[in-house]
């Protein structure tokens, strides 16, 4: 799985839209770039996926450049309890086995 | 609540004892996995099983560690012999083989181990 590099840590203001970036400047084509967060003591929880389209769910929405060398994470409204680290992973598909390679990610603190 | 459980969320233990966690994944998943998280560190993944079948195991999953999974259903991870470096959280996740949500892993909070 290719690597990826994401800023340490980041504020953002409550109610104002946290953009989280990630650069993976070795991904391969049939890598898929993927978002998780992780609130203080409790396990990760996905957030978003895309390939090469910009995606949008209900928590956030991808951003990824036309050469997929780097992505970005948009939280529209950031709330307190979007403070968590947020971890950048790139990894492909193989038939649904998803080992995932998780960095040190970017811790966020939403500030009020 | 219908999320992947772990048990004990803590453990404390002295050095060269032996620890067992357990995981029960959400019911209809087929696929469990095993991970340890250090301090200031993201999850390192330990082992992968489908359904009873272990499938892979990183090279952090030393002899002293095995993970069971027999009936398909819950899993257990052993430590033995244990030492102050495997002082972590040790986190489980799931995932269904296919359907809208196969491309997420579903985590547990996780079972904090100190060895004292």
């Given at each position: 799985?290719?690597?990826?590099?994401?800023?340490?840590?980041?504020?953002?203001?409550?109610?104002?839209?946290?953009?989280?970036?990630?650069?993976?400047?070795?991904?391969?084509?049939?890598?898929?770039?993927?978002?998780?967060?992780?609130?203080?003591?409790?396990?990760?929880?996905?957030?978003?996926?895309?390939?090469?389209?910009?995606?949008?769910?209900?928590?956030?929405?991808?951003?990824?450049?036309?050469?997929?060398?780097?992505?970005?994470?948009?939280?529209?409204?950031?709330?307190?309890?979007?403070?968590?680290?947020?971890?950048?992973?790139?990894?492909?598909?193989?038939?649904g086995?998803?080992?995932?390679?998780?960095?040190?990610?970017?811790?966020?603190?939403?500030?009020? | 609540?219908?999320?992947?459980?772990?048990?004990?969320?803590?453990?404390?233990?002295?050095?060269?004892?032996?620890?067992?966690?357990?995981?029960?994944?959400?019911?209809?998943?087929?696929?469990?996995?095993?991970?340890?998280?250090?301090?200031?560190?993201?999850?390192?993944?330990?082992?992968?099983?489908?359904?009873?079948?272990?499938?892979?195991?990183?090279?952090?999953?030393?002899?002293?560690?095995?993970?069971?999974?027999?009936?398909?259903?819950?899993?257990?991870?052993?430590?033995?012999?244990?030492?102050?470096?495997?002082?972590?959280?040790?986190?489980?996740?799931?995932s269904p083989?296919s359907g809208?949500n196969y491309n997420?892993?579903?985590?547990?909070?996780?079972?904090?181990?100190?060895?004292?």
């Open positions: 799985d290719a690597k990826t590099t994401q800023p340490t840590s980041m504020d953002c203001a409550e109610g104002r839209a946290a953009n989280l970036p990630c650069n993976h400047s070795t991904i391969s084509g049939n890598e898929y770039v993927y978002w998780y967060r992780q609130i203080h003591s409790q396990g990760p929880q996905y957030i978003i996926h895309g390939l090469k389209n910009n995606e949008t769910n209900e928590m956030a929405s991808l951003i990824i450049t036309e050469d997929r060398k780097s992505s970005t994470l948009i939280l529209p409204h950031a709330t307190l309890r979007d403070t968590a680290v947020y971890y950048c992973i790139v990894r492909v598909e193989y038939g086995y998803q080992k995932v390679t998780f960095g040190i990610g970017t811790k966020l603190q939403v500030i009020p | 609540d219908t999320g992947v459980s772990q048990d004990p969320r803590h453990k404390i233990t002295k050095r060269g004892q032996n620890v067992t966690f357990r995981c029960d994944p959400i019911s209809e998943h087929n696929r469990l996995y095993w991970y340890r998280q250090t301090l200031g560190q993201g999850p390192e993944f330990l082992t992968y099983f489908q359904n009873e079948a272990q499938l892979e195991k990183s090279r952090l999953l030393s002899d002293r560690f095995s993970a069971e999974r027999p009936k398909g259903s819950f899993s257990t991870l052993e430590i033995q012999r244990t030492e102050q470096g495997d002082s972590a959280m040790y986190l489980c996740a799931s083989a809208g997420e892993q579903f985590f547990g909070p996780g079972t904090r181990l100190t060895v004292l």
